[in-house]
């Protein structure tokens, strides 16, 4: 394909993507090419917030109810629990009293309540002080590490009796008729060509009464399940793309700081975020939404310069970075929640779900919630042997009717507005805010982010002005980041990334800015695609190649994120 | 007693040159525990089938006595009768500290010999000194991310000196030579052979000299120009590679120096065409002296780099092969 | 064949080492903690050499505090049979002391063989097999490559500068492993289950205080900052004198 050199033509990433490859996605229980066969009362996919949420409440229900214990697996494709794990996070303790009732809030894994906070508009040498929107007050709310989070609950878990699997991702969904009954993980010990190797493991079937999908984020076998039975949404689902830094450092922090404005340019999505887990201990990052406009958009970059700006460096300044990563996050609010996330033998929690609300950055305890509900509903349809639609519908009823789906209606078009553009969205954010999401009320339509069109060529883009070469003291490398972000990845491993035919240069340029691990490169006009270092971000799976789980324990091995 | 016995090592009735290294480190302890009077002496014993080459040079790095034990069961090492022999040794002399080489030998060697004595072994040295009358060393732990400082509260102290720290100099002594014969205790593990390696196959993680390219060399034919440096230094040098090569097919994995391939300690590490990402430097960090050529003096290498060379490798690379070959003659 | 594997529980090679506040240990907050890779080589070989022989038992042997249990339990699931924790506080910095607990519960269990990893990625140390193997009068053979093993007899190769080392040796024995003696399997998935339910023995162990002493652990020092010696081929004779007469490499 030839180059269209300067190019004034937008540049529409879905023309690129391939499609999700259901048929490697959804298989009939019984086909071939499983080792193992593990059967299960329950299996959850995903050692997250969500999922062990789920299996903590399933357990106790189980002891309360006195009958026999039940057989619960989780599966988690890091090598350790909380290694593909990131948040902010400013947590909620709601919901974890409610799966501990009891449990005073200092036994939580909570680093410190937020006392102060502070949102500030950026410009590149200044800021402007904003009052705290009503949505994003802390007071009450929690600064935590996701990853201490997830090793809390994994204990919990494991103390239970539940089963916990580590390094072993989930390749598809087993399914009969339109039942779901379990899944195959991947593969393990390939070669580069897929030959297998001396420690080659075959993939496992597990199967179970009730498989519960808590992927987190662009999860592939939720996309799949939905997508095969049609399950409507209002809106796509949409995501925004956050990178991440811990720093240790020598000037304390003692407030919780989120910002708007620079350097995203004003048709972008996004802010950023400085928490202190520690007074010496700060987390920090920029999201932007993924329907950004300028295709040379850069996130790494933008995040990177962003550290220069006095309200950052001056914290950042002497200390050391000591983890990176990388995150989307679901951002479509209540119209992109499916219609609903339960089925025969199947139910969907978490970020899986969509259940996200970006006006307060919340998600963490709407997943923990949802496994909580998701765990009630199972239990009871466990009891009558069949775990059919009809009786895991109970999870739908019980999420609609809670605070879940409360907070996600009231903040339904917040996010939405800013589709066209920071200061109109930010206007009728504000109105909203004023109304109690009353007015402006009707939903605003969106499109998949891979739809909207993306400026190519060398007007003017946020990519512009990065720094050239990162210092390495305070800003870095892609490569560098993927280092910090404990990512080890055999350099052998089959590549997982389904990229489309043909891609051209155009698309080659937008993928290498896109992703903020480095994967992607334009060498020469052509894609270079460096597979092992993926962090599992699934920024690709959303505008680009899409995203295939490998081996287990391969990306990031993330500790405090 | 405050006398040092330095366990030198032979292979096919040569002595190899770590024992140089043993010497000189036996020296510098004995030293030091001889600094409150009396001095001390170093003795050096070689374990063989017979004499070797190279024990009467061992004067000239410090070493008071060569002692050079002799029976046929000693062509190859033999574990058990080199720990019984070196152990009674060290009884009989009343040695304050016995002296290894950290090698592949010495590492099996000298904690057969500490069980042996009922003494604990610091193994892989890279400092030794004496304070307040006891041996106290440095060991690089958590590879080489920290420095373990022991004191040895036993004696003898046993310790192990890791190879190319001990930097062999030059110490003139009068000295005396011995060889006698010993009994060799029947042994039940027996090294029946030693199979060389092929010749060219030398390891990026064995290597003295390592140079590695990177993406600055444009393509895999160039990089002839790194083996020809390589070959210059006369088969001590491997060619090692940096991940961007290994993925793009340039060179094998086992070549490729970094967090996810090898991790080299050389002597000397000449990063060529390599910008220096961490994952990289992860692996030849702990060189004891790098080398960075690379065209853009921006380049993350130069900040780890001793010594560097800013310009365009296909240049300055035949330049450098070029005099290396005039060094070597 | 009955087998025996001494492992050790060590922080991830990715550790950013923090030195702890009495300036002699490592900060563990925050450490990942794993089965020391050179021991899986030896937990590896043992399967395989229980496999081979069509019967036997795989007993895997660790010092350490109480979480190293976990550490027990992912030899268990990789396919080893039981599980002793010789529970102390900490792991001495004396090998030799680790030596002689070890060889003190190994003793009474007529091991065919007797497997360890040849160092830890902690502490470097490559002793405490060769020491166990000493204090139990048994032939050792350390940082074996390839094995062999017929009739009661065995032969190993074990690499040494320039060359490899052909050994042979009778059972019983004790080995310790390096890479490339074979590939580490990957625990099952019902492989962890049922490690959950195999025997694990915790006995809690006295240890001598030992007479090797740790002094102070430190960072390494800085690199002194490196400087570009020139531009171009004309800056080669300089660096050859530098690296000849001041860093003496040449």
């Known amino acids: 394909m030839a180059e269209r050199a300067a190019s004034r033509e937008p540049f529409v990433p879905a023309v690129y993507q391939p499609p999700l490859p259901t048929d490697r996605l959804i298989l009939k229980h019984g086909s071939p090419g499983a080792g193992d066969r593990t059967e299960l009362d329950v299996l959850i996919v995903g050692a997250g917030p969500a999922g062990l949420a789920c299996a903590i409440e399933l357990a106790n229900l189980a ?120 899944v195959r993980t991947a593969a393990a010990g390939l070669d580069r060509d897929g030959r297998p190797l001396a420690n080659y493991v075959a993939p496992n079937d597990l199967v179970a009464k009730v498989t519960a999908l808590a992927e987190g984020t662009r999860g592939m076998l939720s996309q799949a399940w939905s997508e095969w039975q049609q399950v409507p949404a209002e809106n796509p689902q949409i995501f925004a793309l956050g990178v991440k830094e811990i720093w240790e450092t020598k000037r304390p922090l003692d407030r919780i700081v989120h910002t708007l404005g620079w350097p995203l340019p004003r048709d972008a999505f996004g802010g950023s975020f400085l928490y202190p887990l520690a007074p010496n201990l700060v987390a920090l990052g920029l999201v932007v939404g993924l329907d950004y406009r300028d295709g040379t958009l850069d996130i790494h970059s933008l995040f990177q310069r962003m ?96 605070f879940i789906m409360q907070d996600l209606y009231r903040t339904r078009n917040m996010r939405l507005a800013f589709k066209d553009g920071f200061y109109t969205g930010g206007l009728k954010a504000g109105l909203m805010t004023l109304t109690g999401g009353r007015f402006p009320s009707r939903k605003i339509a969106m499109q998949p982010d891979a739809a909207v069109p993306r400026r190519t060529g060398l007007a003017g883009g946020a990519g512009r002005d990065e720094p050239r070469v990162a210092d390495g003291t305070l800003t870095f490398s892609k490569v560098d980041g993927v280092f910090k972000s404990g990512n080890t990845t055999r350099d052998t491993t089959p590549t997982h990334l389904i990229v489309g035919p043909d891609v051209p240069p155009d698309a080659a340029t937008f993928y290498a800015h896109m992703c903020p691990a480095g994967v992607y490169e334009r060498v020469d006009g052509t894609l270079r695609v460096n597979a092992p270092n993926c962090v599992d971000c699934k920024a690709t799976d959303i505008l680009g190649p899409r995203w295939t789980p490998r081996e287990g324990g391969s990306g990031p091995k993330y500790k405090r994120m | ?147 373990l400082k022991l004191k040895l509260t036993a004696r003898p102290a046993i310790v192990s000196l890791r190879p190319n720290v001990f930097t062999a100099v030059q110490r003139p002594r009068a000295g005396s030579a011995e060889t006698a014969a010993v009994d060799a205790p029947v042994g039940r593990v027996v090294v029946t052979g030693i199979k060389h390696a092929a010749a060219g196959a030398l390891d990026v993680a064995e290597a003295a000299i390592v140079i590695s390219g990177g993406r600055g060399l444009r393509e895999p034919a160039n990089f002839k120009l790194l083996e020809q440096l390589a070959a210059a230094f006369g088969g001590r040098a491997a060619v090692g590679a940096s991940r961007a090569v290994v993925d793009a097919g340039w060179r094998a994995h086992a070549d490729q120096v970094g967090q996810t391939g090898k991790t080299v300690s050389p002597t000397l590490y000449i990063a060529v065409g390599i910008s220096g990402a961490i994952q990289h430097l992860a692996g030849m960090r702990t060189s004891k002296v790098i080398v960075a050529i690379n065209k853009d003096r921006d380049a993350p290498i130069f900040k780890v780099a001793d010594y560097g060379v800013v310009g365009d490798l296909f240049e300055v690379v035949p330049k450098l092969t070029e005099e290396i070959k005039k060094l070597h003659g | 064949m009955k087998i025996a594997v001494c492992v050790k529980r060590v ?119 060769p020491m166990v193997a000493e204090l139990l009068d048994l032939p050792c053979v350390t940082a074996i490559a390839h094995l062999e093993i017929a009739g009661g007899k065995g032969t190993a190769e074990r690499e040494i500068e320039g060359g490899v080392e052909v050994v042979e040796f009778p059972l019983p024995a004790v080995l310790t492993t390096d890479k490339g003696l074979n590939e580490p399997r990957y625990p099952a998935l019902k492989g962890i289950m049922a490690a959950k339910k195999k025997p694990l023995e915790v006995k809690p162990t006295a240890l001598g205080a030992g007479s090797l002493e740790v002094l102070a652990l430190s960072p390494p020092p800085q690199r002194k900052d490196g400087r570009v010696v020139g531009e171009g081929s004309a800056a080669v004779p300089e660096l050859l004198r530098l690296l000849r007469d001041e860093a003496k490499v040449l």
């Not at chain 1, 201490?148 to 916990?164: D, M, T, Y």
């Not at chain 1, 899986?352 to 949802?370: C, E, M, N, R, T």
């Not at chain 2, 000189?24 to 409150?36: F, Y």
Request: glycine letters at 12%; proline letters at 5%.
């Open chain 2, 1 to 147: 007693m405050n006398d040092v016995l330095a366990v030198l090592e032979q292979r096919e009735r040569t002595l190899r040159k770590v024992s140089n290294e043993v010497v000189t480190g036996a020296r510098r302890l004995a030293d030091a525990l001889g600094q409150g009077g009396g001095g001390a002496r170093v003795d050096a014993l070689v374990i063989a089938a017979g004499t070797v080459a190279g024990a009467d040079q061992l004067g000239g790095f410090g070493a008071d006595k060569v002692i050079t034990l002799t029976n046929p069961a000693f062509g190859h090492y033999a574990p058990e009768g080199h720990a019984r022999v070196i152990a009674d040794r060290a009884k009989a002399g009343g040695y304050g500290a016995v002296v290894f080489a950290a090698s592949a030998t010495g590492r099996d060697l000298a904690p057969r010999v500490a069980a042996r004595l009922g003494v604990p072994l610091a193994q892989d040295i890279t400092d030794i000194a004496v304070e307040g009358g006891a041996v106290t060393v440095v060991h690089p732990v958590y590879a080489g991310r920290a420095l």
């Open chain 1, 63 to 182: 002891k309360r109810g006195g009958g026999a214990e039940l057989n619960i697996g989780v599966l988690e494709k890091a090598a350790a629990l909380g290694e593909h794990c990131l948040s902010g996070a400013v947590v909620n303790p709601r919901a974890l009293r409610e799966l501990f009732p009891g449990l005073p809030d200092s036994d939580f894994p909570f680093r410190a309540p937020v006392r102060k906070e502070a949102v500030y508009l950026l410009t590149a040498e200044g800021r402007l002080r904003l009052p705290t929107p009503p949505t994003m007050r802390n007071k009450g709310n929690y600064v935590a590490s996701l990853c201490e989070i997830v090793r809390w609950l994994g204990q919990q878990a494991e103390a239970l009796g539940v089963n916990v699997f580590t390094g072993f991702p989930a390749a598809s969904l087993l399914v009969e008729g339109q039942r779901v009954v379990g």
């Open chain 1, 307 to 402: 550290k220069l700006h006095p309200l950052f460096c001056r914290y950042l300044e002497g200390g050391e970075m000591v983890e990176w990563g990388a995150k989307t996050i679901p951002e479509g609010g209540y119209y992109s929640v499916p219609a609903r996330r339960s089925g025969d033998g199947v139910v969907i929690l978490g970020d899986s779900a969509g259940f996200v609300d970006v006006p307060s950055l919340k998600g963490i305890h709407y997943a923990v919630q949802s496994g909580i509900l998701a765990a009630r509903a199972i239990f009871a349809a466990l009891r009558s042997e069949q775990a059919s639609a009809v009786q895991l519908a109970e999870y739908d009823r019980a999420v609609n009717a809670s």
């Open chain 3, 11 to 129: 922080p991830d090679s990715e550790t950013r080492v923090k030195i702890a506040s009495d300036g002699k240990s490592l900060d563990e907050a925050g450490v990942k903690f794993i089965l020391n890779p050179y021991d899986e080589f030896a937990v590896e070989e043992a399967l395989r050499r229980r496999e081979h022989a069509g019967a036997g038992e795989v007993v895997i042997v660790s010092l350490g505090p109480p979480a190293a249990q976990e550490t027990i339990r992912t030899a268990l699931a990789m396919g080893a049979d039981r599980g002793i924790l010789l529970q102390a506080d900490r792991v001495p910095a004396d090998g030799l002391e680790v030596a002689r607990a070890l060889g003190a519960e190994l003793k009474a269990g007529a091991y065919d063989l007797v497997l360890f990893g040849k160092m830890a990625i902690d502490d470097y140390n490559h002793q405490v097999g």
